[in-house]
């Protein structure tokens, strides 16, 4: 079973410009989630996604939104990126992430570089 | 609010040597706890988890049990290898009160070097 895909693997952006990046879940996995990995601030939740529609969103301002599609698939876009948002943007999928019991499987991420 | 403490790294081991990474957590309700594992330039990689106190998770010959009267989590491996290096991640997971979906809080991480 393919696993969890992120493209692209690498972006370079400059400030203020918009990125969108994409997350391919697992298949039969309808449960999306999106986190920010910084060596500053390590790994934090971003927000999640289930049947298209956003479940729970962590503490980032509203410069970072995402969308599901029917068929699971999600992304995130950033707008008016600030030098800040360089980071490892990792997507995570699980059947139905219901259950505290529940596996999230990460995707190898994409490296995201504001200058 | 929940939350993971694991060791500062680095940690810096000779091969065949004994591993142990401490975590303990602060949760409300019945959370789970998971190890990944997070090798250079990759995501992250589930290394083994625990659903409920008393639980052992093991894999690669890593262990750890869920300790709930120490609130702890802690990582065992009895004979690192070279190809261990990597860092490690405690996390818990727990199910949110907005949407009742769950979502992981992550330790800071515990860099493993392995020397031969």
């Known amino acids: 079973k393919a696993g969890v895909t992120q493209t692209p693997r690498y972006l370079i952006k400059t400030r203020g410009q918009q990125v969108t990046l994409s997350c391919s879940p697992i298949?039969?996995?309808?449960?999306v989630s999106w986190y920010q990995q910084t060596p500053g601030q390590g790994l934090q939740f971003l927000f999640e996604?289930?049947?298209?529609?956003?479940?729970n969103k962590g503490n980032f301002p509203g410069r970072f939104s995402g969308r599901q599609f029917s068929n699971s698939r999600s992304e995130m876009n950033v707008s008016t990126l600030e030098l800040g948002d360089s980071a490892l943007y990792l997507c995570?999928?699980?059947?139905?992430?219901?259950?505290?019991?529940?596996?999230?499987?990460f995707g190898p991420g994409t490296r995201l570089t504001v200058l | 609010g929940n939350s993971v403490t694991q060791m500062e790294g680095p940690v810096t081991l000779s091969e065949e040597a004994f591993l142990t990474i401490n975590c303990t957590y602060t949760a409300t309700g019945y959370p789970s706890l998971f190890w990944y594992v997070q090798y250079p330039g990759e995501g992250l990689q589930l290394l083994l988890k625990?659903?409920?106190?008393?639980d052992k998770g093991s894999n690669k010959g890593f262990e750890a049990t869920y300790r709930k009267e120490t609130t702890s989590f802690h990582l065992e491996k009895g004979s690192v290898q070279v190809s261990d290096s990597a860092v490690y991640f405690c996390?818990?997971?727990?199910?949110?009160?907005?949407?009742?979906?769950?979502?992981?809080?992550f330790g800071k991480g515990t860099k493993l070097t392995v020397n031969p």
């Open positions: 996390a818990l997971s727990t199910l949110s009160t907005q949407g009742g979906s769950e979502k992981l809080v």
């Open positions: 995570a999928s699980t059947r139905w992430g219901a259950s505290s019991t529940d596996t999230q499987y």
């Open positions: 625990a659903t409920k106190a008393d």
């Open positions: 298949s039969g996995h309808r449960s």
């Open positions: 996604y289930f049947s298209e529609t956003q479940r």
